[in-house]
Every structure is written in structure tokens, then in C-alpha cells.
């Protein structure tokens, strides 16, 4: 028997529990799953699903352990863990996760190419006005960050007929999207985005990527969507670049602090929407499916999928 212990947000153990066990038993895998760390021995356990809001916060004493499972697609919690430095944390790669990132940037990317915001809540309109949005294809998207939601997202506003650009440390190779990496590729992608949409982790080397040369580099009129991390951008010289006209909205679902202060600008700032981090989550059902078939790949000697890279950071 393999002895997993789920240390998330204790008001979701009885899902977790339920979804664990039945992907276990679909899978073939004989699990002991252990709720609560008060359930079992730390030197016992194997593999640990893991979330900044469960109990365990210390890796050390759990001397058996395998592998953790992080139940987040963002690694900054898990990784601020004192933990053996060859221990294996996965991060979380699911297809619920995956399909709800690609319909919030998908709508945000929609809502900005079609300026529906423009026909909202307005008085009558007594000159009939005939300005079309362009299609699609005569649209540029940028995408900073192309790994697992940022690919997706990617793939599909290519298949949706934008001109879509994206941006990764390592050279990629995506159907209909021109990929880029390196100082030149940012430098590329930022001159010709019309809608840039952030989904990078944060990491020393993202911190601030969106500086205010880089905003002011964006072509005029653009829309920025932020579903990455709040730390990714400067936000005073994004404010500024809002308020000159230069940046026409931005849509940020992740701030430095959350929840987002009440005080805070972005709140009342007429070309800002706040959404409270809910871009996308995890679904237990599908997590679970891939959180055994991991604890499965780790059994056979295979590697899990997600692993984090510490000296990367993400
Ligand atoms: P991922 O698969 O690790 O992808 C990260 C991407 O960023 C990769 O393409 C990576 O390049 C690129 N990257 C990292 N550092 C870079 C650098 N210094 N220069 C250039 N590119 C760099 O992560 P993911 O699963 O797609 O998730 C991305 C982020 O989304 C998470 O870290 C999290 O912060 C955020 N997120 C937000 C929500 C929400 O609800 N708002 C939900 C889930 C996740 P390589 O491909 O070359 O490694």
C-alpha cells in the first residue's frame, strides 16, 4: 500500500478524499490516503498533495517522502518549504485547470478585440456609427509565457485566426503561433501586440517584466491581460500608461496583494477590471486523475510530469 497524505485546504478533504480514491481504484493503484496529518506517522508517508492552505508547511519531517504533489499551477507556496533539496515537487497539470485558463483568456482576448465594452452601459447612440473591429486575423495577440496554459491559450486564438505571438525561455514550436525567446524575442513580441496577455510564473527573472519601457513599446491603443502573476508588472507605470491613453484597458485577475487592498487604484479606475484570481483552479476530479497517474509514472520508475526546477524557480 502506497501512503498518500492530502494536506490542502482542510474544507476540501472530503472531495479530495472521494476523487483521490476513485482515481485510485479506476488506476489500479492501492492507495492508504490520509486525510489529516494527525491520521499518520510522518515517516510514513510517501507522497503528499499539497496546497499553501493545508497544515503541512515543512517537508523535513516527512523522511520517506517521494514526491510532493502541488495542487497549484504556481509554485512561490511550495517552494518557500523547508524541504530536502532532491526532493520532487510537481506542480499541478490538469486538464480542468488547462481548459478554464484558455475560456477567461479567451474571453478577455474577445472582449478587447470586439471593444464590447464600448456598447455597454452607453446613452443612445444618435449618430449610427459604422467603425467594424478588424477581424481576428488582422489582430495581434502576444502571449508572455507559453508553457502549459499559455501553449493552449495560444493554439487556441491561433485556431480562432488571431496573429499569435508567444514567449518562452526555451525555443518552442507551436501549430499557428509564432513562438519567441530571448531579449530580442520579447523585444519582438511586445512592438506587436495589440492584446498581451501575461501567464508567466513569478520568478526572480519575471518580476516587473512588464516595466514601463515595455508598456510604452506596446502599440498605442493596446489591452493588456494579466493571469499570471501580480509581480509581473510595474503598476504605477502601468496606471500612468492608462491614463495618458497609451495601454486602452487592462484586465488583471493577480496582484501583488491579495485580496487586492480596498484602497488600491485599480478598483475605481475606469479602464481597469479586477477579477479576484478566479482566471482558473483546480478541479478535484481531474487533478486527482492526475495526481495517481503521477504517483503510477513515480512507481515505474518513469518521472513525474510537472517537476519544478528550484534554481528556476518555476
Ligand atoms: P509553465 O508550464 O511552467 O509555463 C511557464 C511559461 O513561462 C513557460 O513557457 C516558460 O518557458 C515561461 N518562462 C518562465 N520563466 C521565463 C523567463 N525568464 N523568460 C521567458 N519565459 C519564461 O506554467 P503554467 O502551468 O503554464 O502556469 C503559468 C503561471 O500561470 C503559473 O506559474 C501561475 O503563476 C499562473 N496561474 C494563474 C492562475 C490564475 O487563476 N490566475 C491559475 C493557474 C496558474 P519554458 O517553456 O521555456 O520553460
Same mark, same amino acid.
Given at each position: 500500500m502506497i501512503s498518500v497524505l492530502f494536506s490542502g485546504d482542510p474544507d476540501k478533504r472530503s472531495q479530495y478524499g472521494d476523487a483521490v480514491s476513485k482515481a485510485a481504484k479506476a488506476a489500479g493503484l492501492q492507495l492508504r490516503l490520509s486525510l489529516d496529518p494527525a491520521e499518520v506517522a510522518p515517516e510514513v508517508v510517501e507522497y503528499l498533495i499539497y496546497?499553501?492552505?493545508?497544515?503541512?508547511?515543512?517537508?523535513?519531517?516527512?523522511?520517506?517522502?517521494?514526491g510532493v504533489m502541488n495542487l497549484w499551477a504556481g509554485v512561490e507556496a511550495v517552494l518557500r518549504c523547508p524541504a530536502p533539496p532532491d526532493l520532487q515537487i510537481a506542480r499541478m497539470i490538469e486538464p480542468g485547470l488547462t481548459e478554464g485558463m484558455r475560456d477567461y483568456v479567451i474571453g478577455h482576448v474577445m472582449r478587447h478585440h470586439l471593444d464590447v465594452d464600448r456598447y455597454i452601459g452607453t446613452e443612445p447612440i444618435t449618430e449610427w456609427e459604422v467603425t467594424f473591429p478588424p477581424l481576428a486575423r488582422n489582430r495581434t495577440v502576444g502571449i508572455l509565457g507559453i508553457g502549459t496554459l499559455g501553449a493552449d491559450c495560444a493554439a487556441h486564438l491561433a485556431g480562432l485566426g488571431f496573429n499569435v505571438l508567444g514567449w518562452s525561455r526555451s525555443a518552442k514550436e507551436i501549430a499557428g503561433v509564432t513562438c519567441l525567446s530571448g531579449d530580442q524575442g520579447l523585444e519582438d513580441l511586445i512592438a506587436a501586440a495589440e492584446i498581451l496577455v501575461l501567464l508567466l510564473p513569478h520568478t526572480a527573472e519575471t518580476?516587473?517584466? &512588464?516595466n514601463a519601457d515595455r508598456l510604452a513599446a506596446l502599440p498605442e491603443g493596446a489591452c493588456i491581460v494579466n493571469?499570471?502573476?501580480?509581480? &509581473?508588472?510595474d503598476h504605477d507605470a502601468l496606471l500612468a500608461a492608462l491614463d495618458r491613453g497609451h495601454i486602452r484597458h487592462a484586465t488583471m485577475d493577480v496582484f501583488d496583494v491579495e485580496p487586492l487592498p480596498p484602497e488600491h487604484p485599480y478598483w475605481s479606475h475606469p479602464k481597469v477590471t479586477v477579477t479576484p484570481h478566479i482566471a482558473s483552479v483546480t478541479r478535484p476530479e481531474t487533478a486527482s486523475e492526475a495526481i495517481v497517474a503521477n504517483i503510477r509514472r513515480d512507481q515505474a520508475g518513469q518521472p513525474m510530469l510537472g517537476i519544478v526546477q528550484r534554481t528556476r524557480g518555476y
Amino acid at each position: 500500500m502506497i501512503s498518500v497524505l492530502f494536506s490542502g485546504d482542510p474544507d476540501k478533504r472530503s472531495q479530495y478524499g472521494d476523487a483521490v480514491s476513485k482515481a485510485a481504484k479506476a488506476a489500479g493503484l492501492q492507495l492508504r490516503l490520509s486525510l489529516d496529518p494527525a491520521e499518520v506517522a510522518p515517516e510514513v508517508v510517501e507522497y503528499l498533495i499539497y496546497d499553501g492552505s493545508g497544515p503541512v508547511q515543512d517537508f523535513t519531517p516527512f523522511t520517506r517522502l517521494r514526491g510532493v504533489m502541488n495542487l497549484w499551477a504556481g509554485v512561490e507556496a511550495v517552494l518557500r518549504c523547508p524541504a530536502p533539496p532532491d526532493l520532487q515537487i510537481a506542480r499541478m497539470i490538469e486538464p480542468g485547470l488547462t481548459e478554464g485558463m484558455r475560456d477567461y483568456v479567451i474571453g478577455h482576448v474577445m472582449r478587447h478585440h470586439l471593444d464590447v465594452d464600448r456598447y455597454i452601459g452607453t446613452e443612445p447612440i444618435t449618430e449610427w456609427e459604422v467603425t467594424f473591429p478588424p477581424l481576428a486575423r488582422n489582430r495581434t495577440v502576444g502571449i508572455l509565457g507559453i508553457g502549459t496554459l499559455g501553449a493552449d491559450c495560444a493554439a487556441h486564438l491561433a485556431g480562432l485566426g488571431f496573429n499569435v505571438l508567444g514567449w518562452s525561455r526555451s525555443a518552442k514550436e507551436i501549430a499557428g503561433v509564432t513562438c519567441l525567446s530571448g531579449d530580442q524575442g520579447l523585444e519582438d513580441l511586445i512592438a506587436a501586440a495589440e492584446i498581451l496577455v501575461l501567464l508567466l510564473p513569478h520568478t526572480a527573472e519575471t518580476e516587473r517584466v &512588464l516595466n514601463a519601457d515595455r508598456l510604452a513599446a506596446l502599440p498605442e491603443g493596446a489591452c493588456i491581460v494579466n493571469a499570471g502573476r501580480g509581480p &509581473l508588472i510595474d503598476h504605477d507605470a502601468l496606471l500612468a500608461a492608462l491614463d495618458r491613453g497609451h495601454i486602452r484597458h487592462a484586465t488583471m485577475d493577480v496582484f501583488d496583494v491579495e485580496p487586492l487592498p480596498p484602497e488600491h487604484p485599480y478598483w475605481s479606475h475606469p479602464k481597469v477590471t479586477v477579477t479576484p484570481h478566479i482566471a482558473s483552479v483546480t478541479r478535484p476530479e481531474t487533478a486527482s486523475e492526475a495526481i495517481v497517474a503521477n504517483i503510477r509514472r513515480d512507481q515505474a520508475g518513469q518521472p513525474m510530469l510537472g517537476i519544478v526546477q528550484r534554481t528556476r524557480g518555476y
